[in-house]
C-alpha cells in the first residue's frame, strides 16, 4: 500500500516565499506512484490548510485564494493522523518543506511529536541548536572543529565593548535566522549600530563574528546511521555579501559544482561535514556549510536543516553530483522513515 506524506510548505516566516519554491520542485518530482502526498500549506497568518489546487499556484503565491480546507493536529498520539475538514487522516509521515523561524527551529518538529506523527528530516533539539548560531558554534568547537571568532550580545549597550574584543570586517547577525536576512558585512565601528539595530528588529540575540579569509564551500549529508554526502560545492563571490537576495538571484556571484579543490581536500570536507552533522544531532538531510582557507583550513559556518530544495538549489545539485535524480533523492530521504 502507498504510504502517506503530509508535505507541509509556506509558514510564519521571513522565508515564506521560499519554501513555496522548494515545495513546489517536491510536489511535482515526489514519486506519485510510491506515496499518497497531503499538500498542506501554511499561511503567512499562520492557518494551515489542505491544499488540493494546482500546484503552479505556489508559484504565484496564489494557493490560499482558493477554497481550502482547515487541518488541525489530531492530539491522539496512537492516532498519528491530522484532521483535516472535520475527517481524521492518517499520516505515515510528515515532511516539511519549511525555512526559518517557526518550521525549520524544532517547532512543528515539536508539535508532531506530540501527536505521533514521524518527522522526515532532523528533530527538535538538531533543529533548535541549527537554528541557533552561537549554540551550534559553541558545541562544533568543543568537536574540534574550529569557528570564526565571535561574541553574542542581547543589548545595543554592549556594542563598542564587544568590538574592541573583534577584529574588522565584522558579520552581524540574528542568532536564530536563514537565508542571511539580516546579515551585514561592517567594516567600521560607524557600520555597525545600525547593522545590531537591523539584527535586533528579527531576533533578541545578535551575534558579531570576525570574517574568515576563503570561499564557502557546503556539502550535502543524508542519513541517521549510515550517511551519504553528496558533491562539494563552492560559493565564488565577486564582491559583497552572500545575501537573501544574491543566494536566489546569482547576480554578481557563481556557484561552482563541485568545487574547484583536489579530490582529497574535498574527501577531507566530507568527513568534516559528516562530524558537524553528528555532532549536533542531525538526522534525515541536512546541508553544512564551511569556510574553505587559502591555507586549507575548514572553519563550520552553520547547518541548514531544510536547506532549498528548488530544483536549481544546492542540496539537490550537490545530490545529483553522486548521480540521484530530484526524484531518487526524495525516495531515499523518506525510505529512511517509512
Given amino acids: 500500500m502507498k504510504k502517506t506524506i503530509a508535505v507541509i510548505f509556506g509558514g510564519r516566516s521571513s522565508e515564506y516565499g521560499v519554501s513555496l ?41 496564489t494557493w490560499h485564494t482558493h477554497d481550502i480546507a482547515p487541518v488541525l493536529f489530531n492530539p491522539d498520539p496512537l492516532k498519528h493522523s491530522l484532521v483535516i475538514n472535520g475527517t481524521t487522516t492518517q499520516v505515515d509521515a510528515m515532511l516539511p518543506i519549511l525555512h526559518g523561524i517557526n518550521g525549520e527551529d524544532g517547532t512543528v518538529q515539536g508539535m508532531a511529536k506530540l501527536c505521533g506523527i514521524p518527522v ?104 541517521i546511521d549510515h550517511l551519504t554526502v553528496g558533491r562539494v560545492d563552492e560559493i565564488e563571490l565577486s564582491s559583497g555579501l552572500f545575501d537573501f537576495e544574491e543566494k536566489y538571484t546569482l547576480k554578481t556571484s557563481t556557484i561552482h559544482m563541485p568545487a574547484r579543490i583536489s579530490e582529497q581536500e574535498k574527501l577531507i570536507i566530507q568527513e568534516t561535514a559528516k562530524k558537524i552533522y553528528t555532532t549536533l544531532g542531525c538526522t534525515g538531510f541536512a546541508r553544512v556549510d564551511m569556510f574553505y582557507t587559502p591555507d586549507k583550513k575548514i572553519y563550520f559556518n ?36 517509512v
Fill in 302 to 337: 552553520e547547518v541548514n536543516t531544510i536547506p532549498g530544495f528548488t530544483t536549481h538549489s544546492r542540496y539537490p545539485a550537490m545530490m545529483k553530483g553522486t548521480g540521484l535524480t530530484f526524484t531518487q533523492m526524495l525516495d531515499q530521504i523518506i525510505g529512511l522513515y
Fill in 120 to 223: 522526515i528530516g532532523c528533530g527538535i533539539l538538531a533543529s533548535a541548536l541549527c537554528m541557533d548560531k552561537q549554540r551550534a558554534h559553541d558545541l562544533v568547537s568543543h568537536a574540534g572543529i574550529p569557528c570564526a571568532k565571535s561574541i553574542t550580545i542581547h543589548h545595543t549597550c554592549q556594542i563598542h565593548s564587544v568590538c574592541s574584543r573583534l577584529t574588522f570586517p565584522l558579520y552581524v547577525k540574528p542568532v536564530h535566522a536563514g537565508s542571511s536576512i539580516g546579515i551585514h558585512r561592517c567594516i567600521s565601528m560607524e557600520e555597525v549600530l545600525p547593522a545590531v539595530k537591523e539584527a535586533f528588529s528579527i531576533d533578541t540575540e545578535v551575534i558579531l563574528e570576525e570574517e574568515i579569509q576563503g570561499s564557502e564551500v557546503g556539502c550535502a549529508v543524508m542519513g
Fill in 21 to 61: 519554491q522548494s515545495a513546489y520542485s517536491v510536489l511535482t518530482q515526489i514519486n506519485k506512484e510510491k506515496y499518497d502526498v497531503l499538500p498542506i500549506g501554511i499561511t503567512e497568518n499562520g492557518i494551515w490548510s489542505h491544499y488540493t489546487g494546482d500546484t503552479e499556484d505556489l508559484l504565484q503565491d
